[in-house]
């Protein structure tokens, strides 16, 4: 069975840095392209970050230059570090894994695999 458990959220201040990890679990295969994305309270799911089978990152405007994302797939897992963050990156954060095409890997529908999430909230 295919498991994608979060960790590293938190709460920091304005311009602190958090390391989001997520391993995946289950597959026979490393997952072909792995995701990052976040919901606000009140607000849609949004995509933060994906990165593909070749480790070719994509990121959504508002994170571009403060968020990497990376794999291992040796250990199946992705992480998302975040640098420099803001009062509006304060969201649960989800990874997602396994898709059934490379091309925008910032849409939700693309995913197979869903984590649980995790919490991170930055405090002015």
């Known amino acids: 069975q295919v498991r994608l458990v979060e960790s590293g959220g938190g709460s920091v201040q304005s311009g602190g840095s958090l390391r989001l990890s997520c391993a995946a679990s289950?597959?026979?295969?490393?997952?072909?392209?792995m995701g990052w994305f976040r919901r606000a309270t009140g607000k849609e799911r949004e995509g933060v970050a994906a990165?593909?089978?070749?480790?070719?990152?994509t990121y959504v405007d508002s994170v571009k230059g403060r968020f990497t994302i990376s794999r291992d797939n040796a250990e199946n897992t992705v992480y998302l570090q975040m640098d420099s963050l803001k009062p509006e990156d304060t969201a649960m954060y989800y990874c997602?894994?396994?898709?059934?095409?490379?091309?925008?890997?910032?849409?939700?529908?693309?995913?197979?695999?869903w984590g649980q999430g995790t919490q991170v909230t930055v405090s002015s």
């Open positions: 289950g597959y026979t295969h490393s997952p072909n392209c």
């Open positions: 997602a894994a396994e898709t059934t095409t490379q091309w925008d890997l910032l849409r939700s529908d693309r995913y197979n695999s």
């Open positions: 990165i593909d089978s070749d480790a070719k990152p």
